[in-house]
């Protein structure tokens, strides 16, 4: 069993920066594939970025080259460096591992960005 806390949303205005972070515990943090997700009001949740155990990421196409995750195995917490936000970035970002079977979603950050 593996539980997620996320933090570091906020309200922000566009093109700031904020910075997420998703502490791991109960289990061997380095051998999950490590998420973001984000869900706005009324629309489904979908993959933001993950990085692999192995630490290679992939972006969807509406983040790349404004996002960066990144991941401390010695900590145990995966991190989303979110630059040039935008109100359309505004959700709820969901942190998830998973390895083999097994799949873990932490509680949601509110993020939102507007003036």
């Known amino acids: 069993q593996v539980q997620l806390v996320e933090s570091g949303g906020g309200l922000v205005q566009p093109g700031g920066s904020l910075r997420l972070s998703c502490v791991a515990s109960?289990?061997?943090?380095?051998?999950?594939?490590m998420g973001w997700y984000r869900q706005a009001p009324g629309k489904q949740r979908w993959l933001v970025a993950v990085?692999?155990?192995?630490?290679?990421?992939n972006y969807a196409d509406s983040v790349k080259g404004r996002f960066t995750i990144s991941r401390d195995n010695a900590k145990n917490t995966v991190y989303l460096q979110m630059n040039s936000l935008k109100p359309e970035d505004t959700a709820v970002y969901y942190c998830?591992?998973?390895?083999?079977?097994?799949?873990?979603w932490g509680q949601g950050t509110q993020t939102t960005v507007s003036s």
């Open positions: 998830n591992a998973r390895w083999a079977l097994e799949n873990y």
């Open positions: 109960g289990s061997i943090f380095s051998r999950y594939a």
């Open positions: 990085i692999t155990s192995a630490g290679s990421a």
